[in-house]
Nanobody, 125 residues
Framework: QVQLVESGGGLVQAGGSLRLSCAAS????????MGWFRQAPGKEREFVAA????????YYTDSVKGRFRISRDNAKNTVYLQMNSLKPEDTAVYYC??????????????????WGQGTQVTVSS
């Protein structure tokens, strides 16, 4: 079993920054890809960013390009989401997810095998 634990959410003013962390643990954890998704009240869960664990290729949804950065720490089995220039529309619960094997469509929730419990990000105007 794999566990994903997010942290780092909170309340921030527009223009501010937060860094989310997702720590992975479990039996011989290894993954092909890690993703960040978010879900605002009344909306579907949507893709934010993803990283391919080996090689480090990254992917972003258009609305966060240039503001968010996904990264990984192999030694700590941890993925980060640095969020800068936050906007009120970034308010949501943020989830990290792991895809263990290929193939993967990084933008699709259906391809991910494990999910964290989520962390709330609230951006005030």
């Amino acid at each position: 079993q794999v566990q994903l634990v997010e942290s780092g959410g909170g309340l921030v003013q527009a223009g501010g920054s937060l860094r989310l962390s997702c720590a992975a643990s479990g039996r011989t954890f290894s993954s092909y890809a890690m993703g960040w998704f978010r879900q605002a009240p009344g909306k579907e869960r949507e893709f934010v960013a993803a990283i391919i664990w080996s090689g480090g290729s990254t992917y972003y949804t258009d609305s966060v390009k240039g503001r968010f950065r996904i990264s990984r720490d192999n030694a700590k089995n941890t993925v980060y989401l640095q969020m800068n220039s936050l906007k009120p529309e970034d308010t949501a619960v943020y989830y990290c997810a792991a895809r263990i094997n290929q193939p993967v469509v990084v933008t699709s929730t259906r391809y991910y095998d494990y999910w964290g419990q989520g962390t709330q990000v609230t951006v005030s105007s």
